[in-house]
């Protein structure tokens, strides 16, 4: 195949095969930020497939990137598990309500069996997942967001404060609580994939607060065992997503049978992909607020093509030109396509 007449879904899977591109593959993580676009409120675009779909087809009609993503909030996964969530206002996401779902081991036997098809807001994201895949066409790569790796749900369920305290104080505890979220985790992926997603992505941003140690100790080994359960069910790329500066569980991170590692800006690019290696690809990592949001175009192209450049020098050839976290959703459009742009002009 010529790589110089690739569509979009074949130079993101090259990209991340490390092989020949004629330019980036592109897809900044464009979530809150197609509702503001497309004009509707979050409340309508996390409780509404057809919303969620149409705000992501018109976000892709407007800037043409080479990937999408799906994606409501963190608390989806958390809300099927049976976690009181509520809106703090029309244009915030979803978050946790009330009193942890989670007390005691009896509470995480009262939690049923994962059914993603009728449990919470998951069948609204596979309808919406459908309703994108229709609109876009099979020539576009989707990224689906299967929400949280088990540490990350296990804070959901039983509040970040008790998780962690648990990480010493009851063990057990947190185990079992992970435990339960790694079969809703793995449950809800296999169905994203079913349902026409070429790559899995999930967050463990609370994780990354925990340090070398425990992050190894308590993280880690959900997220393998997570990993490793989707590609022996599924052949598509998993992803990794921790906000912050995940500088200190880069190693960690690299080693978990990730195919991607989602970078946020704090993150040195030339750092991460010596640690990272040659066979884990790398997707970020712009600014968000500081270059995309708040930045003049002529900084967010030269910020673009100066981390181009560093990908280049550190000669990792797996590699997503994309924002570091979420995109703000008051980023100006001129700034996006100022990105897009450059990339498209690199060389």
Not at 299 to 311: D, G, K, S, Y
């Amino acid at each position: 195949m010529n790589a110089d007449h690739l569509h979009s879904k074949q130079l993101v899977l090259r990209a991340l095969q490390g092989e020949v591109t004629p330019r980036p593959a592109t897809g900044p993580l464009a979530v809150h930020y197609c509702a503001r676009m497309a004009g509707y409120s979050l409340r309508a675009y996390t409780t509404d497939s057809q919303v969620l779909a149409e705000c992501v087809a018109r976000y892709y009609e407007e800037f043409r990137p080479d990937a999408l993503w799906l994606s409501a909030d963190t608390w989806v996964t958390a809300e099927a598990m049976g976690a009181a969530v509520r809106f703090p206002g029309e244009n915030q996401p979803k978050c946790g309500a009330g009193e942890p779902l989670i007390r005691c081991a009896a509470d995480v036997d009262r939690i049923p069996a994962p059914d993603p098809t009728s449990q919470g807001r998951c069948p609204l994201m596979l309808d919406a997942l459908r309703r994108i895949r229709r609109a876009v066409g099979d020539e576009v790569f989707v990224v689906a967001c299967f929400d949280q790796y088990p540490f990350s749900l296990a804070c959901e369920l039983l509040g970040a404060e008790q998780a962690m305290l648990c990480l010493c104080d009851d063990r057990p505890l947190l185990d079992a609580v992970m435990e339960r979220s790694l079969e809703y985790a793995v449950a809800y992926a296999r169905t994203l994939a079913d349902a026409g997603a070429d790559m899995l992505s999930g967050g463990d941003s609370p994780a990354g607060l925990l340090g070398p140690r425990f992050y190894c100790e308590a993280a880690l080994p959900l997220e393998k065992r997570l990993i490793e359960k989707l590609k022996a069910e599924v052949r598509l790329p998993v992803s990794l997503h921790i906000c912050g500066d995940s500088t200190a569980v880069l190693d960690s991170m690299a080693s978990s049978g990730a195919d991607v590692l989602e970078l946020d800006y704090r993150v040195s690019l030339a750092k991460a992909a010596g640690r990272a290696g040659p066979d884990v690809a790398i997707w970020g990592n712009l600014d968000p607020v500081a270059v995309l949001a708040r930045g003049t175009v002529e900084e967010v192209r030269r910020a673009t093509c100066n981390l181009l450049q560093v990908v280049d020098r550190c000669g990792h050839r797996r590699f997503v030109l994309s924002s570091g976290c979420t995109l703000a959703v008051e980023t100006p459009p001129e700034n996006l396509r100022a990105m897009f742009d450059a990339a498209r002009q690199y060389a």
